[in-house]
C-alpha cells in the first residue's frame, strides 16, 4: 500500500520561509504534486516533480528525492493568503491503471503578521 | 468551460436514503476522479475514469457505492442506504489522458453530504 506521511501544523511569519516536507512509501510511484486548499475550498494544483531536482514556480519551490521518498515544498516571502493546507500527493502506477493518486493528510499553514 | 462542477453543492439526507451526485468534468479532460474528504483529512480516493471505462475502484469502497460514466462526459456517484460515517465533502476531479501531459487534476467545488 501507500503511506505519505507530513506535519499537521506549521505556523511561520509574514514574509518569511517555510518549508513543508512530505515522505512517502509507496510501489509504482508516477509523480508528486502539492496542491493548496483553503478551508471549505477544493484544493488547486501548485506544483509537480516526476524526476529528481528542485522545480520553481514564482514563491514555491518543490523539491524530489525518489531514492529517499522525499519532497518538500517551499514557500518564500510568505502573504497572510498563504495560510491554508497544504496536501502532498502521490500518483501511482497500478496493474489497472497508472493514474491513481494517494493523498498525505495536510499541512496547515498558519501565517502570522 | 469554467472548470469541473458539481450537484448539488449540500446534500441534507435521513440515515438510510439514497443520495445521487452528478460531476461535470472539464470538456476535454477525460480522466475522471471521485474522492471523499473528511475535517482534517487529505482527500480519499473512491473511483477513476477514463472515459466510460471505471477502472479502480478503493477497496475500502463498500458495494452500497457505486459510480458510473456512462458516455464518458459526466459522472454520477451514488450511495445507498446513507451511514452518518458517510457524511463527508465529497469530490470530483478531472485531467487529460493525453500522452506526455503532466495529468495534473483538477477540483470542483465539492458535495458536502450531512446524514441525520
Known amino acids: 500500500g501507500q503511506n505519505i506521511d507530513q506535519p499537521t501544523e506549521m505556523t511561520a511569519t509574514e514574509g518569511a520561509i517555510v518549508q513543508i516536507n512530505c515522505t512517502y512509501q509507496t510501489s509504482g510511484f508516477n509523480g508528486l504534486f502539492w496542491y493548496q486548499q483553503h478551508a471549505g475550498e477544493a484544493p488547486t494544483f501548485l506544483s509537480y516533480?516526476?524526476?529528481?531536482g528542485l522545480e520553481e514556480k514564482g514563491r514555491f519551490s518543490s523539491f524530489l528525492s525518489r531514492s529517499k521518498g522525499y519532497s518538500y515544498l517551499l514557500l518564500k516571502e510568505l502573504q497572510m493568503k498563504d495560510s491554508a493546507s497544504y496536501l502532498c500527493a502521490v500518483r501511482v502506477r497500478t496493474t489497472d491503471s497508472w493514474g491513481k493518486f494517494q493523498f498525505g493528510a495536510g499541512t496547515q499553514v498558519v501565517v502570522t503578521p | 468551460d469554467t472548470g469541473v462542477s458539481q450537484n448539488p453543492r449540500h446534500k441534507i439526507t435521513k440515515r438510510g436514503q439514497n443520495v445521487t451526485f452528478r460531476c461535470d468534468p472539464i470538456?476535454?479532460?477525460?480522466?475522471l476522479y471521485w474522492y471523499r474528504q473528511t475535517l482534517g483529512q487529505g482527500p480519499e480516493f473512491l473511483t477513476y475514469f477514463q472515459n466510460e471505462a471505471q477502472l479502480e475502484k478503493s477497496r475500502l469502497l463498500s458495494d452500497r457505492f457505486s459510480a458510473e460514466r456512462p458516455k464518458g462526459s459526466f459522472s454520477t456517484l451514488e450511495i445507498q442506504r446513507t451511514e452518518q460515517g458517510d457524511s463527508a465533502m465529497y469530490l470530483c476531479a478531472s485531467s487529460s489522458g493525453l500522452a506526455g501531459a503532466i495529468h495534473t487534476q483538477y477540483f470542483g467545488p465539492g458535495t458536502r453530504l450531512t446524514v441525520l
Open positions: 516533480n516526476v524526476l529528481d
Open positions: 470538456s476535454e479532460h477525460n480522466r
